[in-house]
């Protein structure tokens, strides 16, 4: 019997950390959890410590980690170094990078550069230093599989065909809860408005990120670097019932779609067992129940941050870094009542507008546009 794939869940506290477990709940023969991280959640982490038993967890945070006892098989540690040696525990596989935002380049960086499979769910190590990662991943080694229901769903349809057959990727999204809004509506939603989205079960950040559609433009650049398609041949297209989770389209004209019930679980499994597909318990497709299926355009002139992301991504070096940065500050603002909804994007545009640009040739470089756009951005909401 083959041993089981060794596991690190980065982010194991998180929704996709929890559908990760989910994962290995099923198949325990497959997969064996030998790290688990959490940024505070102490409380959290040590229950799922006391299930798996890994041989490290870490608390990214290190004020999380008062009152954490260590002892037994599992050693406790806390701190950037300690995410990073995670990374790259000898006993793992796979690290499935969970964490939200910028801080999880450094640990794909690491897992890469020490030749473990990526099973990335963290797009903004690729929108901050999509070169590094990808040079990395030379280098290490490693590998880097997409875990985002959109690019697994594009990874799945690339395997009826071959990459230098490819004319174009359509990226699916929901739309968000607004999607139906005019401008001037936009201007009075609030947090807890933006935060019920319609069809997906996710964390704050990220479901604001659904909202503006500034997720959708992480996405395009995302794909940009995974797939290597130039962007005027990547599209977003909006698609309410999120039923298809994205397409390809050939040079011949055929189109392959990735569909089901939205679900994060089958795109963590076909990323951990790859290239296998293993027997999942899950609510099998019906098309009846599915009904009519419905696209729509983006609508770029109301949901600007999509726009500036793209734009971005486009422009290359450290401004997609800068992008980022600014949108991470800008919803944090926003979800604290201190910046309007369409006030990210503005926030957005100032910090693009101001910077002078840069190449993103080392990992020093994304950070000083990181710390640079944050540091604009929380003037822009401070007024």
């Not at 503005?346 to 990992?363: D, M, Q, V």
Request: hydrophobic share 45%; charged share 20%; net charge negative.
């Amino acid at each position: 019997m083959t041993a089981p794939r060794g596991v690190a869940i980065l982010g194991a506290t998180g929704s996709i950390g929890k559908s990760a477990l989910a994962v290995v709940r099923q198949h325990p023969d497959r997969f064996r959890p030998v790290v688990l991280t959490a940024h505070r959640n102490a409380e959290g982490l040590a229950a799922l410590v006391e299930e798996y038993r890994p041989s490290l967890a870490v608390l990214a945070d290190p004020s999380g980690a008062s009152g954490v006892y260590s002892g037994g098989a599992t050693r406790w540690a806390s701190g950037r170094e300690a995410l990073l040696e995670a990374a790259a525990h000898p006993e793992v596989d796979v690290v499935l990078n969970a964490l939200v935002g910028a801080a999880g380049l450094e640990p794909t960086l690491a897992a890469l550069r020490a030749g473990k499979r990526v099973a990335l769910a963290n797009k903004e190590s690729l929108v901050c230093g999509g070169p590094l990662v990808m040079r990395a991943a030379a280098e290490g080694g490693g590998e880097l599989l997409p875990v985002d229901s959109e690019h697994s769903a594009i990874f799945q349809c690339l395997q009826g065909g071959r990459w230098g057959e490819v004319e174009r990727l359509l990226i699916t999204a929901s739309g968000g809860p607004f999607r139906g809004f005019p401008p001037e509506r936009l201007a009075a939603v609030t947090p807890g408005d933006a935060l019920r989205h319609p069809t997906w079960d996710m964390g704050a950040k990220i479901t604001i990120d659904s909202a503006t559609l500034a997720n959708k433009a992480l996405e395009v650049i995302e794909a940009h670097f995974l797939f290597g398609v130039p962007y005027d041949r990547i599209q977003a297209v909006v698609h309410p019932q999120s039923i298809i989770h994205s397409m390809v389209e050939f040079v011949d004209g055929s189109v392959l779609a990735q569909m089901g019930f939205p679900t994060m679980e089958i795109p963590v499994l076909y990323a951990l067992s790859y290239p296998e597909r293993l027997p999942y318990e899950s609510r099998r497709f019906d098309p009846v129940a599915a009904g009519t299926l419905t696209f729509e355009p983006v609508r770029a002139g109301c949901f600007r941050a999509f726009s500036l992301g793209v734009e971005a991504g486009k422009a290359g070096g450290t401004a997609p870094a800068v992008f980022n940065a600014a949108n991470e500050v800008a919803v944090s603002a926003f979800l604290q009542g201190d910046l309007s909804f369409p006030g990210i994007a503005a926030a957005i545009e100032n910090a693009l507008s101001r910077w002078p640009g840069g190449e993103a040739s080392t990992l020093d470089d994304v950070l000083r546009a990181d710390a640079w756009a944050r540091g604009v951005t929380q003037t822009f909401v401070r007024g």
